[in-house]
């Protein structure tokens, strides 16, 4: 069927194939490919001068042959995360391409296959083997004026791999993956630490809600760590719940964040990185959880709003000097009450005038306070939620289920960790 004089096509929820040609020369400016679809044909969108944007759905494994060579238009397409192969000619000729993201499972990229993208700007390869590259001519109207970005682990891989080489610009990404609007770095095989979407900073705004493990590309990462400088200059940022499994802030990671009020430390923090928190200028309370060993040097240096301190752990941490904070006059410390002493001691911790000694809840699920988790901290919650709140209640402790919500799941999943003998998995 003549395709050339074709503006506009609708195609059915039903359709799982999308043959050969199918849309070839046509004056389409944009498709609508229903999920339904598995497989684009060759040629099925090659010289649609005016198509502008597609989507492809994630079902699609193999960009065909000349899929969209010659779409002088194109501006924006997604290469689905499943996707193991891109055919010779696939973007032959998409002048408007400034970027394109090549999924971590591509194995090989065929010849010409982004021959003539004369205006891209930027190859983000997600792979971490490089993939094979068919012919010099893949990717050669670009070499000099695009960045590639690779995963940050293998930048060598690719300065030695057939092509790829010849880049002139070749950096590590900033990222790994993304899931939910918060971005992650690799941390092992089956970890995750959150960081930053580019050095331009400023990533994050509002409440941020750093779940305990994440799916991505069919695998589950448990978060761990909170990776230097993920949320710095964050000026919007007022709200970060870690999860429990957290067990690193890095070195600068919530520097400069100043609309932060209030942090909480998870317990299986060991350390606190240099500057972590320096400069947040509205941080008026922190809870340094009960595992950490170390605070790095400035990590709060900067935070004049501080009225609050608390120190969950019964050893004081050890402080890298004595500008780890500069609130020792200002601010009240809180610390376990068999411990009071052993601040009043120890190096920097002692130059705080106000230390004090209070009953320290056991963290997430002691809704209560009582320094317990049990039935009491069920029913507090239950309270809390029959009433709408109420403000002597462990906020921090409440969120059990770790969703960023408090509600009936919080509930649940309490009653089952009881019910467990307390295995938090």
């Known amino acids: 069927m003549p395709t050339a004089n074709i503006e506009q096509v609708t ?32 040629y099925a969108f090659r010289n649609c001068k005016q198509l502008v944007e597609v989507a492809i759905p994630d079902s699609v494994t193999k960009i065909n042959n000349y899929l969209f060579a010659g779409c002088d238009s194109l501006v924006s397409v997604n290469i689905p995360v499943g996707v193991t192969s891109i055919g010779q000619y696939a973007f032959n000729g998409c002048k408007m391409l400034s970027s ?23 190859i983000i390869c997600r792979a971490v083997v490089p993939p094979t590259v068919a012919s010099d001519y893949t990717f050669r109207s670009c070499y000099s004026t695009a960045k590639l970005k ?68 069919g695998v589950t990462y448990r978060v761990t760590g909170v990776s230097f ?22 070195y600068n990671a919530f520097e400069n964040c100043t609309s932060l ?26 809870t340094i959880g009960s595992s950490v060993a170390t605070i790095g040097a400035q990590a709060f240096d900067g935070c004049d709003a501080l009225t609050t301190v608390m120190s969950r752990s ?15 006059e200002t601010a009240t410390l809180k610390v376990p009450i068999a411990a009071v002493e052993d601040y009043s001691s120890a190096d920097y911790w002692k130059e705080f005038l106000q230390i004090v000694g209070v009953e320290i809840n056991a963290g997430p699920g002691d809704v209560d306070g009582d320094g317990n988790i049990g039935i009491g901290d069920v029913t507090s919650l239950i309270d809390y939620l029959l009433s709408g709140g109420d403000a002597s209640f462990y906020e921090e402790n409440a969120d059990f289920d770790e969703d960023g919500k408090i509600g009936i799941g919080d509930v649940a999943d309490l009653i089952d960790y009881l019910l467990s003998g307390g295995d938090d998995d």
């Open 150 to 217: 690779v995963p940050r682990g293998v930048i060598e891989d690719y300065k030695a791999a057939n092509y790829w080489k010849n880049f002139l610009t070749i950096v590590g990404d900033e990222y790994d993956f993304e899931v939910d609007g918060i971005y992650y770095v690799k941390t092992g095989e089956n970890t995750a630490s959150v960081t930053y979407k580019d050095t331009d900073y400023n990533t994050y705004s509002g409440t941020v809600s750093i779940p305990k493990q994440v799916d991505y590309e």
């Open 100 to 122: 394109v993201v090549i999924p971590s499972g591509v194995t090989e990229i065929g010849t010409y296959a982004f021959y003539n993208c004369t205006g891209l700007l930027q």
């Open 11 to 42: 195609i059915g929820s039903e359709v799982t194939l999308l043959p050969d040609k199918f849309l070839d020369g046509s004056k389409i400016t944009e498709v609508a490919i229903p999920a339904s679809v598995t497989s684009i044909g060759s």
């Open 261 to 286: 009020t209030r942090v909480t430390i998870p317990d299986n923090v060991t350390a606190i990185g240099a500057n972590a928190f320096k400069g947040c200028t509205t941080l008026t309370d922190a």
């Open 229 to 250: 400088e993920a949320f710095k200059d964050c000026p919007d940022l007022t709200k970060v719940t870690m999860s429990k499994r957290i067990q690193s802030i890095e």
């Open 314 to 328: 019964v050893t004081p941490p050890t402080l890298a000097g004595r500008a780890c904070f500069n609130c020792y």
